[in-house]
């Protein structure tokens, strides 16, 4: 469960007494957070922004461009039954990833392209919330190819816009992503803007239930 003290986040850590970046960890009746930075880690600044993560302790999630674990660490402190895969391209990032699951047995790290989905299918039953955070030109393209292929229920995507076009408004491209989420058949349900804390980023989210 996530807290919310004084409008900041944590999750319950599942390393009692480790920090995985520096974040502040606190005690509040007997169980230790970690603070959930949202300057860090976008989904933080989409609960910041009024938006919801919906997992729970048994979910399984698919989570794309996983770099070195920031983000995904507070999600293993969440899935305490449930499982992430975690994709990376780079070996840099990897490698930073690959040392987190040494103490956190509910991440899988792979080391594969996200626009190739069939290099990780096997590696999960199903997916009930896929999260991409790719700073890439096609990235919008990568994450559709994606919920194709795994037909998640509930699925979100950091957008970063510079990264799409860089001489156009990221509201534009917002909208545009949107648009084109909603003409591939995605039932688009919030695009929320965190741009305080993650510059020139949206979150878009989808729920495709019903
Ligand atoms: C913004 S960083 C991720 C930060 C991370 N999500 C977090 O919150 O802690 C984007 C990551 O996507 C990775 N990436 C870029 N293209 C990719 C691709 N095609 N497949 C998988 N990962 C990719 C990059 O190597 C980089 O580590």
Redesign the pocket.
Known sequence: MILEKDGKHYTPNYVPGVSVYGEELIRERGVEYRYWDPH????AALLRSGGDIPVDQCSSVL???????????HLSDLLTEGMIVA????S???RNLLSLTERRDNILPVM????YPEEYDDLLGGVDYL?Q????Q??VD?FIKNLKHFGPERAAI?V?SRSIDVTREPVEIYNDVKGRMKQEGFNVVAVRKISRWQKDHAIVSIDNRG
């Open positions: 860090r880690s976008k989904l989570y794309l461009g996983a770099g070195d674990g920031t983000t995904v660490s994709v990376e391209l780079s840099r990032p990897f594969a392209d996200a626009r999260y955070d790719i700073s890439q096609d990235q990568i950091a970063k």
